[in-house]
T-cell receptor
């Protein structure tokens, strides 16, 4: 029944490692997003994909590489993890053109990444 | 997207109406007012949106002033489960991203 799901829920890793977070939505949406929420609880968009095409890239280091194999999935791969990457990462999805372009976003439960 | 200003925190008694204000004095004519909330450790959740008319759904009511420079989200009978951070966001239709401010931390007290 889960609309937007993310795996894993928790991720603890060492500096310098490479890790991936997966996101899947079963809402039939065509647009997916990654947001980052840091320790101060600010929530900021990182990327957005529409129909597997990158449409937003908010000045994120190129160590972060999103990949969208199909409209229902948007994965986030992070190379050479740094301490500052520790945060909660939220995936979201929406339907572009929903009722006049209102584009309501539905969020996943988040992945808490801790870099040691 | 226009900037919004919200009080950092509010308290409300369980069962009473919670009224959360938001100022958006630089809002432009094609920007909607959206409200989302984030319950502790969960992803943000859509509540309601509006352009200029007042709106009501099963979760809340949204009152937008006539000049559209401010709005109020009303939770008519607050419960403990409504304790969360509430975000007021103004956004052009079809814009892809949500720009979150600091929000209002609403605490519902028994």
């Amino acid at each position: 029944d889960t609309a937007v799901s993310q795996t894993p829920k928790y991720l603890v890793t060492q500096m310098g490692n490479d890790k991936s977070i997966k996101c899947e939505q079963n809402l039939g949406h065509d647009t997916m997003y990654w947001y980052k929420q840091d320790s101060k609880k600010f929530l900021k968009i990182m990327f957005s994909y529409n129909n597997k095409e990158l449409i937003i890239n908010e000045t994120v280091p190129n160590r972060f590489s999103p990949k969208s194999p199909d409209k229902a999935h948007l994965n986030l791969h992070i190379n050479s993890l740094e301490l500052g990457d520790s945060a909660v990462y939220f995936c979201a999805s929406s339907l572009r053109g929903e009722r006049g372009g209102l584009d309501t976003q539905y969020f996943g439960p988040g992945t808490r990444l801790t870099v040691l | 997207d226009a900037k919004t200003t919200q009080p950092p925190s509010m308290d409300c008694a369980e069962g009473r109406a919670a009224n959360l204000p938001c100022n958006h004095s630089t809002i432009s004519g094609n920007e909607y007012v959206y409200w989302y909330r984030q319950i502790h450790s969960q992803g943000p959740q859509y509540i309601i949106h509006g352009l200029k008319n007042n709106e009501t759904n099963e979760m809340a009511s949204l009152i937008i002033t006539e000049d559209r420079k401010s709005s109020t989200l009303i939770l008519p009978h607050a419960t403990l489960r409504d304790t969360a951070v509430y975000y007021c966001i103004v956004r052009v239709t079809g814009a892809q991203k949500l720009v979150f401010g600091q929000g209002t931390r609403l605490t519902i007290n028994p």
